[in-house]
Every structure is written in C-alpha cells, then in structure tokens.
C-alpha cells in the first residue's frame, strides 16, 4: 500500500515520532507480546471521543488481519538493525 492509501485509511502521517515507518518492535498488548513492523504512524488525534498520541499501526509476526494500533508505552523493544 501506498502512503496515500495509508493515510486514507489510518488518517494523517505524524510529523514527529521516535519510532519510523518500516521499522521492527516488540509491544505488548492484552498482557501478550507481539513482534511486527510499522506500517503507519498516525499523528496524535481524537478517536471514539478519546484524545490519543502518536501512535503506531503495526502489522505483527505472529497474527494476521486488522494490524495492531500500539501506544509508545506499549513498546518494549526495537531492532536498531532496521
């Protein structure tokens, strides 16, 4: 996917973050640890009435589907290789 489909789809690009499109993390979510890849970071922004940062949509190794929205907080570990 492009980046304007990217964009369409998870709404604008961040202007600032630690973490880049393309790059490797570990997270955590529901108490599980996931490894995947950025596919999007999203600018900070109101969701379902909820005021949240920049955050990453995040395509994991180990499930397909719809890719996981992480919170900077919810990141463990980066591979710096990347």
């Given at each position: 996917?492009?980046?304007q489909?990217?964009?369409?789809?998870f709404g604008?690009a961040?202007?600032y973050s630690?973490?880049?499109?393309g790059?490797?993390i570990?997270f955590?979510?529901?108490?599980e640890?996931y490894?995947?890849v950025?596919i999007?970071?999203?600018?900070?922004?109101?969701?379902?009435?909820?005021?949240?940062p920049?955050?990453?949509?995040?395509?994991a190794?180990q499930?397909?589907?719809?890719?996981f929205v992480?919170?900077p907080?919810d990141i463990?570990?980066?591979?710096?290789e990347?």
């Open positions: 996917m492009d980046d489909a990217l964009e369409d789809l604008p961040a202007t630690d973490h880049k499109k790059e490797r570990t955590t979510e529901a108490g640890t490894t995947g950025i999007w970071v999203c600018g900070p922004g109101v969701v379902a009435g909820r005021q949240i920049t955050h990453y949509m995040v395509e190794d499930r397909g589907g719809f890719p992480v919170l907080s463990i570990e980066t591979n710096s990347q």
